[in-house]
């Protein structure tokens, strides 16, 4: 069995069947005190029924990314976290590092770019289909942009 939760009312909307939907607690942290976000932390809570457990999770993040320093650069991007155990766990916390790849030489001069403008990795719109809200789908789009 599978449970699903989106911050999308539309995306939950589709997956009603398995949907659960957590208390959730966020908080950017800026550990240097320099403006900027230096750490996201995300904490849920899913209610289980008696009889459930859970041996594994998939969390797809969406970014909207602005670099300003040196390179002027909006842009979408996404973290896929994925666990799977043997047994059932009642607590995980897992810790990594968000790192841009860059797959071309980046303008460092004039006004912000926008490399991906009309192509957003996700666009929820009421008439979309499941595959498209798809973590598949989104990895797919970004793996597309990579071989550009």
């Known amino acids: 069995m599978s449970l699903y939760y989106s911050t999308s009312s539309v995306l939950n909307q589709q997956h009603s069947s398995h949907l659960r939907i957590p208390v959730m607690q966020t908080a950017e942290l800026d550990d240097n005190n320099d403006g900027l976000v230096d750490r996201l932390e995300v904490a849920l809570t899913v209610p289980l029924g008696i009889y459930e457990q859970v041996t594994g999770m998939s969390c797809l993040f969406l970014h ?5 320093t040196r ?6 991007s996404a973290s ?3 666990f799977e155990g043997g047994s059932p766990i009642s607590q995980l916390r897992i810790d990594g590092d968000v790192l841009l790849h860059q797959t071309w030489p ?4 004039g006004g ?15 008439g979309m289909s499941e595959l498209d809200g798809s973590q598949s789908a989104i990895m797919s789009k970004i793996a597309a942009r990579n071989c550009k």
């Open 64 to 68: 909207d990314v602005k670099l300003q």
């Open 71 to 76: 390179a002027r650069y909006v842009f979408d």
């Open 80 to 82: 896929l976290v994925t």
């Open 106 to 109: 980046l303008m460092v001069k």
């Open 112 to 126: 912000f770019r926008v490399p991906y403008s009309g192509d957003s990795l996700l666009s929820i719109t009421k």
